[in-house]
């Protein structure tokens, strides 16, 4: 498993690591930065075999809203700048329930195509239920920040291909 993504911008090689990633977002939504990661992990060599992508080549579509993934495929790719980043609540699984319906990420390079949605286990019913909920107390809010890093550490422990699998 490589610790970083790799991309080329004009044929010159970038890498970006979680950490990188957590240093342009700041540090407010760790899990969704950990959630972009772990789909580019797993996207990149699906959509381009023979070497990083061109990351100004790569679109991003998804049903996922946090701001911590928009900012991660932000660094990486710069499609939010460029429009080649959207949020698409068409892509919404909600036959999948409410943990996992916004978890869906369609990654396209070149002609190429990949939807990845995420593997059941890898967020907790707990963390739904507080970030969704409207007028959170301190308590609650102390709460949802240790549950976003929480998921964070375990989703970086977990290879790319169990934690988000092909659609």
Known sequence: MTDKI?????GKPLSYTYADMM?????????GVAHAFKVMQRAMPLLSPDGPPERREIVIRTAFRGPGGRDAFEMVTRGLTEGRYMVDHGLEKPERGNILERYVFELSYRGKTVTLQLKEGHVREEFIAVSRKPDRTPAEEERLVWLKQEMADRLLLAPAEAVYEEA
């Open 23 to 31: 240093h342009f977002h700041g540090f407010g939504y760790p899990g």
């Open 6 to 10: 790799d991309v080329l911008e004009d």
